[in-house]
């Protein structure tokens, strides 16, 4: 991309902002800013409103989805440095993992299209989840300072025996409407993995839509064994059980047996707080993404 230089926007409090920071400088294409994470959507949006073409964000899926959020729908192309931990976006379109060489990509000319997720107006790039996964994450995040990854893993994982509220799940497939009550729902855009080590991954040529993943067991033994399962076999396995049920649609309703004021759900794993009912869609092409063209053909502008 020729020109003026390309705003590039540096989650301050990402582990690698210092390598980040470095890599674009580097580069020479790039107008860097270290930006707290509560001021990236305004200065994303303040850029927008000044005509940038492109600005580049450099953190985790959080900032990533942030920055989705503010350029959905408009002509400014979003570039992307992977600075988090799982980086699904970065991985979705093959995005190299080496800050230079991403860097290099960032400033290039070819770019890809893609679907986002909403729920409720918040946008979202690759999972949602609704129930007791959303007190796993909470229980391990709190854990896993003091025990490490794999034991608070596990410890959350059994606490979801302990805590099952189920909630009202409708969805439309085929022309008909169907119903379920549940404790866990997975929504993902474009169908997805739950398969470690690429929990979160898109399938390969998978279906494009909301892959709504809906447990149907309200046993605690079978919600767990059924976890399990998922993480060690892929969802596509799991899926195949009497126990989930796997769709992929344009639109799903979440809501809640009994009224409550607001729902902790989680989003692109973070957890946040959410008014039900819960309405998630699927918007076709909203986001214009800065790939590597080796692998992805150039969109027309």
């Not at 942030?66 to 992977?82: F, M, N, S, W």
């Not at 300072?145 to 909630?167: E, K, N």
């Not at 989003?267 to 039900?276: F, K, L, M, S, Y």
């Amino acid at each position: 991309m020729s020109g003026a230089q390309i705003l590039a926007f540096v989650n301050s409090e990402a582990g690698t902002a210092d390598d980040a920071c470095e890599a674009l400088d580097k580069s020479g294409a790039f107008q860097v800013e270290r930006v707290a994470p509560s001021e990236l959507a305004g200065r994303i949006r303040r850029a927008v409103e000044s005509g940038a073409q492109r600005v580049l964000v450099a953190g985790g899926d959080g900032s990533i989805a942030t920055a989705a959020d503010e350029l959905r729908g408009k002509g400014c192309e979003l570039a992307i440095l992977p600075g988090g931990t799982l980086n699904h976006l970065a991985q979705d379109p093959g995005l190299p993992s080496d800050l230079d060489e991403a860097a290099r990509v960032a400033a290039g000319t070819t770019t890809r299209t893609i679907d986002v997720g909403e729920v409720n107006g918040r946008v979202f790039l690759n999972t949602s989840s609704v129930g007791v996964y959303v007190t796993y994450v909470r229980t391990r995040e709190r854990l896993e300072r003091r025990f490490g990854y794999w034991l608070a893993s596990a410890a959350a994982g059994f606490r979801i025996l302990f805590r099952l509220r189920t909630f009202r799940v409708t969805l439309e497939v085929n022309g008909e409407e169907r119903e379920y009550i549940t404790p866990l729902v997975f929504v993902g855009v474009g169908e997805r993995e739950l398969r470690l080590p690429s929990l979160g991954a898109r399938v390969a040529g998978g279906r494009a839509g909301l892959h709504v993943m809906v447990v149907q067991s309200r046993t605690a033994g079978r919600i767990l064994a059924l976890t399990f399962a998922a993480a060690a076999r892929g969802v596509r396995a799991a899926s195949r059980t009497p126990a989930m049920q796997s769709f992929v649609v344009d639109h799903v309703r979440i809501e809640p047996k009994k009224k409550v004021l607001a729902w902790n759900i989680a989003v692109d794993g973070e957890i946040v707080r959410v008014a039900p009912p819960l309405e998630y869609r699927l918007v076709h092409g909203a986001l214009k993404v800065v790939v590597g063209g080796a692998n992805h053909t150039e969109i027309p502008r």
